[in-house]
C-alpha cells in the first residue's frame, strides 16, 4: 500500500515488509517514509487544519457517519487485516472491527456537543452579578503515533475525536500494522474527509519520530505505544 502525504497516496522506492507474524508471509509492503515527507505532511496539515476547523459541524457529523458505515461494509476485509498483519485471531479481529466503527460512531455524535459553558460567580460573596464563561476551539495540527496491538481501533480513536473537533492530523502507525490504519484513512477519503486533513505516514519510528513530534506546527501530540513505536 501506499502512504498519505500532502493529500496524495504516495510510494518511495525504500520499502518495508509487512508480515503476518504467525507464518512469516509478506502480506504487502509500505513506503520507509523520510524525515521530508513528514515535513510535507505537516505543511499539509497545517492547510488541512483551516480547511476542517472552518467546516460546519454538520459536515464533520456526516463524514463520520459516512466513515462508520464505509468500515462497516468493509467489515471482513478489516478483520482480515488486523488478524493477519497483527496476528489475533479472526475473532478478535472482528471484534476491534466493531469497536473502531463505534468509535468513530461515537466521535460524530460527540461533534454535537463541541459547546461551552456560562458559569455564575455568584458562589462566593461580592461576585454576585458575575459570570464566566468558555468555549472550545479546535487545537490545530495533531500528530497521533500509535502502537501493534490494536492497529485499527487505537488509530480510530486518534482520528475520530481529533476529526470531529476540527483538527488536522499527521499519523504515524505502528511499524509492523500499518495496513490497518491505512484502509481507515481510504475509508474516511471515501467519506468525503478532505485530502489535507489527514495524512498517514509510513516508516521506522527512530527516523521520523522526533521530527514529527518536535515540530513546531503540531500542537498537540496524542500517542500510545513504547520506544519502537515512537
Known sequence: MKMLVHGKWVDKPEKINVVNPYDGNVLDTVPAGTVDDVK??????????????????????????ETAEIMESRFDELA?????????????????????????????EEARRLN??????????????????YYRFPIGVIAAITPFNDPLNLVAHKLGPAI???????????????LSALKLAECLLEAGLPE???SVVTGY??????????????????????????
Open 80 to 108: 482480515n487485516t488486523i488478524a493477519t498483519e497483527g496476528s489475533k485471531t479472526i475473532k478478535e479481529a472482528r471484534k476491534e472491527v466493531g469497536r473502531a466503527i463505534n468509535t468513530i460512531t461515537i466521535s460524530a
Open 164 to 178: 470531529a473537533g476540527g483538527n488536522s492530523v499527521v499519523l504515524k502507525p505502528a511499524t509492523v500494522t500499518p
Open 196 to 198: 489535507k486533513v489527514l
Open 116 to 133: 461551552g459553558e456560562t458559569i455564575p460567580f455568584d458562589s462566593a460573596e461580592g461576585s454576585e452579578n458575575r459570570v464566566g464563561y
Open 205 to 230: 519510528g527512530n527516523e521520523i519520530g522526533d521530527a514529527l513530534v518536535s515540530d513546531d506546527r503540531v500542537r498537540m501530540i496524542s500517542f500510545t505505544g513504547g520506544v519502537e513505536a515512537g
Open 40 to 65: 510535507k505532511a505537516i505543511e499539509s496539515a497545517v492547510e488541512g487544519f483551516i480547511i476542517n476547523r472552518d467546516m460546519p459541524v454538520h459536515r464533520r457529523i456526516s463524514i463520520l457517519k
